[in-house]
């Protein structure tokens, strides 16, 4: 059994005053059947006063002086005084689903929200608590409703979600939130008690020790404050003291200062508490920690009728958090017998937790339907399923707990995906964004490159068109070289947007051709014009041997006059040369300009699709994208060598052989 189980060892006791102590109240109202529910819940909690609630709930609402979302909290609330938690989550469930229309909707609607996600806590589906807490405190800031018990117990369940889901900053936040809420309501010390156990208890079982010890001190202080009034009773005194050196004792244990955690144990035995059933069920965290596995399983005897006492189910939760580590204190104390029983109990009670799991969907399901005709079918279907369960295969003890070690991984994992996921989706809906805005950039570049030679083409033809003009043989001949450059000019842009689908495509293009390095170069220089530029200084510079390659020439030639009409776009004027050198798997094409530069930063964002770093420019912004897209399709690549400074320099890499 590996000791990571140790520190998951939630009370009992402290397990059911999560959802105790959620301090649960109806609001103020001038309706006198308002007032007397009102009463109701402030008075004695048993099942009769719970049947008056429902009486008068159900005589209320339709007489429109309840709320649908007031309404299903209450009954709710009277189910679960009548212990029956099934019903009661299937109607807190009701609360939350429709959209609250008040203020007094959005608060029965948190306080439906406060009792459901630690319900969905109590199970384990963090998922489902975390996604109801958010919902409401949402709802809450919206509303200005940002305070109060209910605010802060929702902080403390996306706290402890948090915590399962290792984002332990923002679990700090959230507790450090509601403790600071709680703060602004002095009086209420059983509520910041119940909430800096629940805090204290998440962080031991979390391993979070540090913090676990911070908030057993921040525990302390509030109960010195609790000694002095007048109602303070002296049980609460002994039982939260008790608590408060037993939560000291596990998180300096968990930290490493036994001798100090020692101490504090034995403070803690001292007390009247820590001799009854609940107080040394509540040691065994301390104990395991400490490896004391004889004092640690004689405790333990103690707890199926702890479980009993509250009615708990056999969940793969609480199998995990009580029978594993009983079953490890009776094994590392050498009680064999014990050890085996447990190892039994466990096996009889996976039926029982596929069960309950069956039992907690259909509620589910009943629930989101909205409909008692399935609900009850449900409940027939439930019991059916119940007379009719399978009794589980008994496997080896060992293989069984080994699958449940292999089942919450899984789940942890699940949980680390589902994050990764959705911080996935956030960089993919950016990469669109931006996608979309460079693509209304192209278009827009693209409406411009085009317009220009347009409108100059069509001023050209009203000049030949203008009825009486007579023009010069010099003045034709200037017009009709106006009207093929642009042409050219319009059909070279068309040319660059046919080329796109090439920056889609990944397959290999074919290359048979067997050519001279400074034959492609050549190609290149006569494609874009280079040797007749005056204002460009151009130069081919042969290093050795002109090495010939198996390639395709088109393509080749294409990659190297786009990086050649790229230096002469950014240059001017100046000097721009072309070196080609060999090695005997490569030739490495060197394209050098003396323009602008590119900042080393921008070294791979210029191959961007339709990115230009100077706006001011002429073109598309797919010229390096294709040129890379095809050097790739070669066998090749195209890179910027950010060492040069004097201006830029690209390198294009092609293998000289096709095996």
């Not at 244990?253 to 001799?275: F, I, K, N, V």
């Not at 005056?534 to 510079?541: G, N």
Request: charged share 25%; aromatic share 6%.
């Amino acid at each position: 059994m590996k000791r990571r189980f140790i520190s998951k060892l939630p009370l009992l006791l402290l397990s059911a005053l999560l959802v105790i102590a959620l301090g649960t109240r109806c609001s103020d109202n001038t309706d006198s059947g308002n007032d007397m529910i009102d009463g109701l819940m402030n008075g004695p909690h048993d099942a009769r006063l719970s049947d008056r609630i429902l009486v008068m709930v159900d005589s209320l609402q339709p007489l429109g002086e309840l709320s649908p979302i007031k309404a299903a909290y209450l009954r709710g609330y009277a189910y679960s005084k009548q212990n029956d938690r099934r019903k009661a989550e299937i109607l807190w469930t009701e609360a939350v689903t429709p959209e609250p229309l008040n203020e007094e909707d959005i608060k029965y609607h948190a306080m439906a929200a406060n009792r459901l996600s630690n319900l969905d806590l109590l199970k384990g589906e963090y998922e489902s608590a975390l996604r109801v807490a958010v919902s409401a405190l949402d709802k809450l800031r919206a509303a200005g409703m940002d305070s109060g018990i209910d605010y802060a117990h929702l902080l403390i369940a996306v706290g402890c979600c948090d915590l399962h889901f290792y984002n332990f900053a923002d679990a700090r936040e959230n507790f450090e939130g509601a403790y600071s809420e709680f703060l602004k309501k002095p009086g209420q010390y059983n509520s910041t008690m119940a909430a800096l156990i629940t805090i204290t208890d998440q962080c031991l079982a979390h391993k979070r020790y540090s913090d676990a010890q911070m908030w057993a001190g921040r525990l302390q202080e509030v109960l010195d404050e609790y000694k002095k009034t007048e109602r303070a009773k002296a049980v609460t005194v002994d039982k939260q003291q008790a608590r408060v050196c037993l939560y000291k004792a596990s998180a300096l244990e968990g930290l490493g200062y036994h001798a100090e955690a020692a101490d504090y144990y034995d403070d803690a035995m001292e007390s009247a508490y820590t001799g009854t059933p609940d107080g040394r069920i509540e040691a065994v965290n301390y104990l395991m920690l400490a490896q004391r596995w004889e004092e640690a399983a004689d405790n333990l005897q103690l707890l199926d009728s702890q479980l009993s006492g509250f009615g708990a189910v056999w969940s793969m939760d609480n199998i995990t958090r009580y029978l594993l580590p009983k079953f490890e204190a009776n094994y590392r104390s050498r009680r064999s017998a014990a050890a085996l029983e447990t190892g039994m109990q466990i096996c009889n009670s996976i039926d029982s937790a596929l069960l309950w799991m069956r039992e907690d969907k259909a509620a589910e399901l009943a629930a989101v339907y909205h409909n008692q005709e399935i609900k009850q079918d449900l409940v027939k279907q439930d019991a059916r399923i119940q007379r009719d369960r399978f009794i589980a295969t008994i496997i080896g003890m060992m293989l069984l707990i080994l699958g449940l070690i292999l089942f919450l991984t899984f789940r942890r994992r699940s949980a680390q995906r589902l994050k990764e996921a959705y911080v996935r989706l956030e960089e993919a809906n950016d990469r669109a964004q931006e996608a979309s805005r460079v693509k209304t950039a192209f278009l827009q570049q693209i409406s411009h490159e085009i317009g220009t030679p347009l409108n100059m083409i069509s001023g050209f033809a009203q000049v030949l068109t203008t009825p009486g003009i007579e023009l010069d043989e010099e003045s034709r001949a200037q017009i009709n070289t106006g009207v093929i450059d642009n042409t050219k000019r319009i059909t070279g842009l068309i040319g660059k947007i046919l080329e796109l689908s090439n920056l889609v495509s990944s397959s290999e293009i074919e290359k048979t051709d067997r050519v001279r390095a400074s034959d492609i170069a050549a190609d290149a220089a006569a494609a874009c014009g280079i040797v007749q530029n005056a204002e460009i200084d151009y130069s081919l510079i042969l290093e050795g041997e002109d090495p010939e390659m198996i390639t395709n020439r088109t393509a080749a030639g294409h990659i190297l006059t786009l990086l050649l009409e790229n230096a002469v776009k950014y240059t001017g004027k100046g000097a721009v040369r072309l070196g080609i050198l060999a090695s005997p798997d490569e030739v490495s094409f060197v394209v050098e300009d003396t323009g602008i530069g590119i900042p080393p930063e921008d070294a791979e964002r210029v191959f961007g699709q339709f990115v230009q770093l100077d706006d001011y420019q002429e073109g598309t912004g797919i010229g390096l994208s294709l040129a890379r897209s095809l050097s790739r399709r070669l066998g090749g690549d195209v890179v910027l060598d950010t060492s040069y400074s004097s201006g830029a320099r690209f390198v294009l890499t092609l293998p000289r052989k096709t095996t």
